[in-house]
Structures are given as structure tokens and as C-alpha cells.
T-cell receptor, first 112, second 114 residues
């Protein structure tokens, strides 16, 4: 699986919209972009995933560049509960290993 | 839906003792994964099962670690002759299938080896 690059940390204030970038310059055509987040003392939580088109769900909006070499997880109106480490992971959907390979992720701090 | 259940939540063992960790996946999920998390190494994949069959154990230490899934409702991770470096949070996750489905993680078992 190709590697991803994320900033170590980002800071935000409650109510703001946060943009978390992820670079994946060597992404393969059959690799999906997954986002998980983890708060202390809990297991990782699935946020969203996409292949080529932008996706949205109740938690976040995932914007994928047209060349797929980067993506941005957009968290609207963050609250204190959104403070977590956010992981951007590439994973082959079919025919490849189902395991997730976690990097360091981006630690998002939210202040009131 | 209770989510993925892991027991115990905390376990303390003495060096050389055996530790068995339990995982109950979400009902209907056919894939079960084990990961280990430490401050130094981060979150690492250990092994996974599909329909109870072992598929990929490439992350398992070659000695002392074993995992089983005797039925669709639980999986165990066993560590023989535990060592202090085995201290970690062991996470279990399940998904509907092995492919592109999201994995749902349990709260983890914190193992401390004295």
C-alpha cells in the first residue's frame, strides 16, 4: 500500500470548519482513501472513505483531488468531541490485504 | 448493537505468565482483525480471520503469540510467557467482509506485564 503524509498537528476553535490535508502522491488506481480517528483510551473510529468522487456523511466531507494525489477531510463546525488523532490510510478494496496500516496521523486540538 | 466487545479491559501479568485476550465481533461480521498499540510503535496490525479462517498473520511475532477463532462469535489472542515488551493495548476490530468495508474497533485490552 502506498504511503500517506499528514501534518503532525492542527489547532482549531469550536464552531470552526477544519480542513485536514493528506498527501498520497503514489496512490494506485485501486486504492481507496480511508479516514479513521482515535481519541485516548478508545479504539479507532471509522470516519469516511472514498475512491475518486468527493463523499459526505454525517461526520465529515471528503474532498479528493482530481489526480487523487491528495485529499482533504473537512470537519464542519467542530466541537470539543472532534478532538482526536485523524489517520489517512490507503487500502486496496479488492484483491489486496484487508489490514489497515496506521501512520502517526494528525492530532487535532479543539479549544473552546 | 453492542459493538465489538473485548475482555478483559485491563490485564496485569507477571513476566513469564500466559495471557489470553478475548474478542467478540459484531454479529454478522465475517472478518476479525487484531492490532497492537504502543506509544513507541504506534498502531500495528497483527493478524486477521475471514469466516473463522486465518488469512494474514504477517504482523504476529513469530514466537509466543497465537490467535484463534473457534466460532463466529469470538476470537482469542494468546501470549505465552509474557515479557515486559508485550505491554500494550491490544485492539480487535471486525468488518462485514474482508474487502473494502470499514472496520469497527473495540475499546481494547490494556496488557501490563510486570
Amino acid at each position: 500500500d502506498a504511503k500517506t503524509t499528514q501534518p503532525d498537528s492542527m489547532e482549531s476553535t469550536e464552531g470552526e470548519t477544519v480542513h485536514l490535508p493528506c498527501s498520497h502522491a503514489t496512490i494506485s488506481g485501486n486504492e481507496y482513501i480511508y479516514w479513521y480517528r482515535q481519541v485516548p483510551l478508545q479504539g479507532p473510529e471509522y470516519v469516511t472513505h472514498g475512491l475518486q468522487q468527493n463523499t459526505t456523511n454525517s461526520m465529515a466531507f471528503l474532498a479528493i483531488a482530481s489526480d487523487r494525489k491528495s485529499s482533504t477531510l473537512i470537519l464542519p463546525h467542530v466541537s470539543l468531541r472532534d478532538a482526536a488523532v485523524y489517520h489517512c490510510i490507503l487500502r486496496v478494496s479488492q484483491g489486496g490485504s484487508a489490514k489497515l496500516i496506521f501512520g502517526e496521523g494528525t492530532k487535532l486540538t479543539v479549544s473552546s | 448493537n453492542a459493538g465489538v466487545i473485548q475482555t478483559p479491559r485491563h490485564k496485569v501479568t507477571g513476566k513469564g505468565q500466559e495471557a489470553t485476550l478475548w474478542c467478540e465481533p459484531i454479529s454478522g461480521h465475517s472478518a476479525v482483525f487484531w492490532y497492537r498499540q504502543t506509544i513507541v510503535q504506534g498502531l500495528e496490525f497483527l493478524t486477521y480471520f475471514r469466516n473463522q479462517a486465518p488469512i494474514d498473520d504477517s504482523g504476529m511475532p513469530k514466537e509466543r503469540f497465537s490467535a484463534q477463532m473457534p466460532n463466529q462469535s469470538h476470537s482469542t489472542l494468546k501470549i505465552q510467557s509474557t515479557q515486559p515488551q508485550d505491554s500494550a493495548v491490544y485492539l480487535c476490530a471486525s468488518s462485514r467482509d474482508w474487502g473494502g468495508y470499514e472496520q469497527y474497533f473495540g475499546p481494547g485490552t490494556r496488557l501490563t506485564v510486570l
